[in-house]
């Protein structure tokens, strides 16, 4: 990277703060230290969908939409992001569930239909209930991962990135009117997920699937044996007539996809009704 590239990228970045010209230099800018495959700016306030403020150039397959609408729930960098306190850089590996794996082949299949090989998020809070802004980098299958070193650098900008773009941020909410507000239905189906059909354990065990934990790593933190994680896993999958965490996965999106305000009953209970028709009929 040459200083003087870098100083005039930063400065169309600075000039074009409030504009839609903004994001764009600002991706521009971070990619002079190494090149990206994508970059993704998301925008995610407390009661409202995700919006997506910016996307370099979408790739062939990728499914953005269904992301926006019910999959980037399950997101390590939307759930690091709720946590309010974990503003900075970080790499998806770093924070992923143990054995991500399996978590991230119905990632990559399901709703991306990417082969997405490294991810490094820029985590920046906007204040007090006031949500966050995520800018994703990522590199595809066949491309070079990202070095030690431009990571370390991205996290020694990460002040200044953060700066921009909150008065970026603020440049806008003074002339931009909030969308309607839908979070409170993710809210409220998360909370209703498996409530009625599943027990107390079986949930446990359900939620930390959900953020794409293994067996091992449910045993370490719930303290149970590995027999008895595998017996609830094993119940769940019966009572949902499906044979696997992806087919798990892919049941909450649909079903959270297909959901509207506001949520007062387990979204599972028709499943497992016709799960439990299928098997004692």
Wanted: glycine fraction near 6%; include cysteine; hydrophobic fraction near 40%.
């Amino acid at each position: 990277m040459q200083l003087a590239n870098w100083s005039e990228q930063l400065l169309r970045v600075q000039q074009s703060q409030g504009t839609e010209r903004f994001y764009p230099a600002l991706c521009q800018l971070l990619a002079q230290l190494q090149s990206l495959d994508e970059c993704v700016v998301l925008l995610f306030r407390p009661a409202e969908p995700p919006q997506l403020l910016y996307q370099r150039a979408p790739l062939p397959g990728d499914n953005f939409g269904r992301y926006l609408k019910s999959a980037y729930v399950l997101d390590p960098f939307y759930r690091l992001g709720l946590r309010g306190s974990h503003k900075g850089v970080w790499r998806l590996s770093d924070i992923a569930p143990d054995e991500y794996a399996e978590f991230e082949q119905y990632y990559n299949s399901y709703f991306r239909h990417l082969k997405i090989q490294d991810e490094v998020g820029f985590i920046i809070p906007l204040g007090l209930h006031q949500g966050f802004v995520h800018i994703e980098l990522a590199q595809i299958a066949g491309s070079e991962l990202f070095r030690l070193d431009v990571i370390a650098q991205w996290q020694a900008l990460f002040c200044l990135v953060e700066q921009l773009v909150l008065q970026h941020q603020q440049l806008l909410d003074n002339d931009t009117l909030r969308p309607h507000a839908t979070g409170y239905l993710v809210d409220d189906f998360q909370r209703c997920f498996g409530s009625e059909v599943c027990t107390a354990r079986e949930r446990d065990v359900l939620n930390m699937m959900l953020e794409g934990h293994c067996v091992k790593a449910i045993a370490r933190q719930l303290k149970l044996g590995l027999e008895t994680v595998k017996m609830h896993r094993k119940n769940l999958y019966a009572k949902l007539g499906i044979g696997s965490h992806p087919e798990l996965l892919a049941l909450f999106i649909e079903l959270l996809a297909s959901s509207e305000a506001p949520v007062l009953r387990d979204p599972l209970l028709d499943i497992a009704a016709a799960a439990d028709l299928k098997r004692t009929g």
